[in-house]
């Protein structure tokens, strides 16, 4: 079975400061790699994903992922925090249809 | 387009008691499905749907009912509500027609759902 472990549940940087958010995940196949991100009060929604091809992703909001098969890591990333980033984001797995499985989430917090 | 919309945003239940948390999509989605969200856990798969007269259960489906009468509306009934069942739940739909794995998924607010 698949699973994701998303390394620290907390994560706390300064304004314009380096983000990096670790998920790993395990599959027996080749997995497609999902972050979301929540917003308070609010519902998912998608930051990148990564299905086929080009193992570097760019998503929105000035983010990006890169799948890399030999650490099993899919670790989001954006070079320079903002205020707006501050939001829980999910890393999510799917090897079939209708099974995604989702980490147990990060939170991000941006310092002034 | 409203996207994924849910009602009630809060609710609170006392043991034993029914109640169904109502979504609906407007954008022809034919998949839709139920999460549960709980502190530590991410999102977990309680049903799904592929299309209209068509669902099947997710990871936790033990005391939730759904059914998909149109594509646009997927009720999630809890039948005798549990403190278990103390959570957020999100619905969400997609375009593709199978719950393919490389869909993205759209997500409503959520309803936060406190059994006493």
């Known amino acids: 079975a698949q699973s994701v472990t998303q390394l620290g549940s907390h994560v706390s940087v300064s304004e314009g400061a380096l983000v990096l958010l670790r998920c790993n995940y395990s599959?027996?196949?080749?997995?497609?790699l999902f972050w979301y991100v929540q917003y308070p009060n609010q519902g998912l929604q998608l930051l990148l994903k990564?299905?086929?091809?080009?193992?570097l992703v760019k998503g929105i909001n000035g983010f990006e992922a890169e799948f890399k098969k030999s650490e099993t890591s899919f670790h989001l990333t954006k070079p320079s925090a903002h205020m707006s980033d501050a939001a829980e984001y999910f890393c999510?797995?799917?090897?079939?249809?209708?099974?995604?499985?989702f980490g147990a989430g990060t939170r991000l917090t941006v310092k002034p | 387009n409203a996207g994924v919309t849910q009602t009630p945003k809060f609710q609170v239940l006392k043991t034993g008691q029914s109640m169904t948390l109502q979504c609906a999509q407007d954008m022809n989605h034919e998949y839709m499905s139920w999460y549960r969200q709980d502190p530590g856990m991410g999102l977990r798969l309680i049903h799904y749907s592929v299309g209209a007269g068509i669902t099947d259960q997710g990871e936790v489906p033990n005391g939730y009912n759904v059914s998909r009468s149109t594509t646009e509306d997927f009720p999630l009934r809890l039948l005798s509500a549990a403190p278990s069942q103390t959570s957020v739940y999100f619905c969400?739909?997609?375009?593709?027609?199978?719950?393919?794995?490389?869909?993205?998924?759209?997500f409503g607010p959520g309803t936060r759902l406190t059994v006493l």
């Open positions: 999510a797995v799917s090897v079939s249809n209708n099974d995604m499985r």
């Open positions: 990564y299905t086929t091809g080009a193992t």
């Open positions: 599959s027996s196949v080749p997995p497609y």
């Open positions: 969400a739909s997609s375009s593709g027609t199978s719950g393919s794995r490389a869909d993205t998924q759209y």
